[in-house]
C-alpha cells in the first residue's frame, strides 16, 4: 500500500487533468522518476508564471507528453523541489495532504506542507 505524508493510504490528486508520472491519477512514484512528481498542489495564477520563470511550462499543451496544460484551480502532481522553491519564494500552491506522496517528506518539511494545506 502506498502511503501519504499523513501516513494513511495515498489518494487520487486528479483525472481531469490526468496526473502523476504515471499518468494514473496519482502521486505515485518509483526509481525511474527523477523529479518526484510526488506533492499534489493545486494550481495558482501566480506558481504557474513563476514555474514557466523557472524554464518549466506547466501552462502550454504538450500533447506529446501526455499533457493538457494546466490552469488556476487544476491539481497536479509537482515536483518536490520545484515545490519547495515556490515555497522558499513565496508563491507555493496549496497542497492536497492525502494525495501527497510520502515521499515528498524527503525534500519538504510536513510543517510547511501542513502550512499550505488545501482545506476543501
Known sequence: ??????????????TDPM??????GCC????????????????????????KQRG???????????FPGLMPGDRWCLCALRWKEAFDAGVAPQVV???T?????KYIDLRHLLEYQLQD
Do not use: Q, W
Not at 19 to 24: A, S
Not at 28 to 51: K, P, Q, W, Y
Not at 101 to 105: D, K, M, P, Q, R
Open 1 to 14: 500500500m502506498t502511503i501519504n505524508v499523513l501516513g494513511t493510504p495515498l489518494k487520487p490528486c486528479s
Open 19 to 24: 496526473t502523476g508520472y504515471f499518468r494514473d
Open 28 to 51: 505515485n512514484t518509483d526509481d525511474t522518476d527523477r523529479g518526484s512528481h510526488v506533492v499534489c498542489a493545486e494550481m495558482t495564477e501566480e506558481f504557474l508564471i513563476f514555474s
Open 56 to 66: 518549466n511550462d506547466l501552462s502550454t499543451p504538450r500533447p506529446e507528453f501526455r
Open 97 to 99: 495532504l492525502d494525495c
Open 101 to 105: 506522496h510520502a515521499n515528498a517528506l
